[in-house]
């Protein structure tokens, strides 16, 4: 039965998280994410280490602390997208994931550098580190709907489950 038109879900209830968890858009975001990584990687060993070399010291400073913060926010979108790749093929369950959760610090971190210092880094790092952002914004909203983390989102009168499913779908899954 629904109450003024809000449906009462029962245990035959479809997570379309879940779904879209082990779907192609998962797979998009796996791939996005670890290509980052690797990007960043790349970046960070090579170009980024010259460009650092020759920053003014105040800068190279912020270059380094803003790096380590890219590597560690990268570390923990890759190591949550792994564990939810074990989960969609089948070598661990859901259940387990949560439990293992913990060895994951998926939290937002974002940049730590004042206005005018961030300004003074390079391009190529500035790019990546708000590549990282948005994504980490996502995997954290899909974490939400994935483990139960989520804000209550507030309908309409007469808004359906579907409805509903697709209002946290479309939040977990659009570029921040």
Known sequence: MASQGHPIFDDNTVSFAERMARSQSFDRLFQEGMGLVE?????????????????PRAAALTYATESMRLTTRLMQIASWLLLQRAVNQG???RAQAATDKHKVK?????????????????????ELIGQSLRLQERVIRLDGLLYGETQVVTLLPG?????????????AFSPA
Do not use: C, H, I
Request: proline content about 2%; glycine content about 8%.
């Open 91 to 93: 070598e661990m369950s």
């Open 159 to 171: 808004a359906t489950a579907v409805e509903r499913q697709l209002q946290e779908l479309r939040r």
């Open 106 to 126: 998926l939290s937002r971190q974002g940049t730590s550098a004042a206005s005018e210092a961030f300004d003074a880094l390079p391009a190529r790092l500035v």
């Open 39 to 55: 990007e960043a990687a790349g970046y960070l060993d090579g170009l980024g280490r010259a460009e650092s070399r020759a920053l």
